[in-house]
């Protein structure tokens, strides 16, 4: 049985019309059972349990490290561990007269124990920023600490952040993705830390085991601060199991073989396996997510704006979702259409293989005798880069071969599996690369295409750009944050150092035991909200 969650139902208020928090306690509460181990399939191998260190979605973290906020189910944040969401309105956000720099005031939650037992404290939220900043510690992104000048903490309970700049997308970085424990790690080298393997937290779940490339055992931790509405003590489930299985064929085997309950990436081209299984139920729901072909700058030809327009001429994206089900649309953005500074006047170029030729012929690419381009030394022969085991990337890597060879472009498969295609992504080992996005749900794009950006492994830089993301990310007026997003979404497909081929949708999987969730579209991965979940 499959249930499609619109991209409007489900930015409006999932199921129930509310947030993810309320949403996931309007059952009733004899329903509302302690007990019950989940056990989810990954499509990949978690490198870090770190969720600053971590190239990849922090599903298995989610579980166990709680932020100040978290995004729900309609995309806007919620208090978690603050007592309320800081806005203008309710003076948690002051900006200076000057209109140049911000402060934003946290009260946090009393009462809120770490898994050791320890108090969490307003300490533990400034110690968090100086951890994630320091130059020693290696993170995947950085976001957020720069901006942040000082941190007062008047008491155990009170955060006051002062901000050199205005940061509008403060909700969606720092102390959202969570907070570290300040008297565990103070002191320490965060780098090599236990915390990497088996992190201590605040959210329901507790890690006890984890063993690299395949499995983290996550328990109930007994003390979560958070209750349910009729006051029984949270969370229900006794375990969340999370297995590192990045072949999908496998995956869907396990699903079927009942040793995996809940798949939150379900291949498009094996959705319908997955809506045959017993007791399986298949959710279609939204993502703040998109798929793109990206371009290593270090390669002479492929810093040619001709053969990158070329590329983008060849490559027919209704194909592309024709091949995957029909469940990615095609999109001339990476800001998927559910934002308002969306721009529908983004320039696209359209598939037309014979503009292609041209375009490479007027450059100069002339045609071997194998019928790969070449100009000179530089022939147009590319390793192209996808995930293994996902078969949704294989299989759209393997049209965009087809398409590409048409045009005289010779590109190869490469693929590789978890870490080491993270580290290939960040540090540019690849020609091109496939893959998919997701953001927050007030996203920073500056990561992606800005210089020296945490994402950016393309060595790709344009001053232009970075002013249009300076803009956008540096102003708490609509209007003016509209203007940065439609600029910067006209350079990037004038520029073209990535093709936005797709949007995507999720496709879970879950056992029909499983009441309470409602899925996520954010990066802060399904599991941002755990606690209320239970096993029927």
Known sequence: MTVKLTRRAALQGMLAGTAAMTTMRAFPAWAQAPGGTLTVGLTYEIDTMNVYSTGFLGDAQAAVVEGLLAPGSDAKYVPVLALEVPTIENGGIVVAEDGKTMQITYKLRDGVKWHDGEPF????????????????FIAESKDGTEEVESIETPDDLTVIVNYNTILPTFASTLFTFGIMPAHLLKGTDLNTSSYNETPVGTGPFKVTEFVRGQYVVTERFDGYWAKAENGDALPFLDSIVFKMIPDTNTLITQLKSGEVNMVVSTPYSQ????????????????????????FNFKRPSLADLQVRKAIAAAIDRTVLSKAQGGYPEPISSPVVPVFDFYDPATPVIAYDPAAANKLLDDAGYVPGGDGVRAKGDERLSYAFMVQSGRADDELAQQVIIAQLKAVGIEVTANNQTGVAYREARYNGGYDLIYGRWITSADPVYSVFWGTGGANNGQSYSNPTLDAAFTTFENTLDPAVRKQAASEFQKILADDLPTISLTTNVALIAVTDKLKNFVPNPTNMTNFVHTADWYMA
């Open 121 to 136: 404290t307003a300490a533990d939220v400034k110690y968090t920023w100086e951890a994630v900043k320091d130059p020693a």
């Open 271 to 294: 959705a319908s396996q997955v809506e045959g299984i017993d007791g399986i139920t298949l959710i279609k729901g939204p993502l703040l997510s998109w798929q793109h072909l990206d």
